[in-house]
């Protein structure tokens, strides 16, 4: 019976696994290395949100979430920049924001949305989760 449980555990683990370019959910943690850096990073998705945009429906609007990830990366600056900070139409975007404020957006060509949000519904999954 062990490895049946364990083969059970695997399948209900794939509901809360994925990944999409650089950036991985499993097991309950968010992984992904920041622009201009070697070491991938490991954060705990419990209490983070996930928030998929497209650049197509965009326009030039400003989004409280971009204003606010300005705000937290880089104080009332960053918030002023966070708000200029125009979207390309030929991309999508998913934004996380983790429990702890600290904000990661990850973003792909628009070819890919369909994996993109799948990847922004196993995260928003993952986050939700009952242990």
């Given amino acids: 019976m062990g490895f049946l449980n364990k083969l059970k555990e695997a399948q209900a683990e794939q509901a809360f696994t994925g990944h999409c370019g ?45 204003v606010a990830a300005g705000a937290i990366v880089a104080g009332p600056i960053g918030a002023i920049v966070g708000g200029m900070f125009k979207k390309d139409r030929a991309k ?11 904000v990661v957006i990850l973003e792909g060509p628009v070819k890919d949305e369909a994996k993109v949000r799948e990847f922004a519904r196993k995260v ?6 009952k242990q």
């Fill in 22 to 66: 650089t950036h991985a959910v499993s097991r309950g943690e968010y992984h992904y290395t920041p622009t201009n850096a070697f070491k991938m990073v490991h954060k705990s998705v419990v209490g983070a949100s996930t928030e998929f945009e497209s650049g197509a429906d965009m326009g030039g609007r400003t989004t409280l979430s971009r």
């Fill in 124 to 129: 928003n999954a993952a986050a939700n989760r």
């Fill in 92 to 102: 999508v975007y998913v934004t996380t924001t983790f429990a702890d404020g600290e």
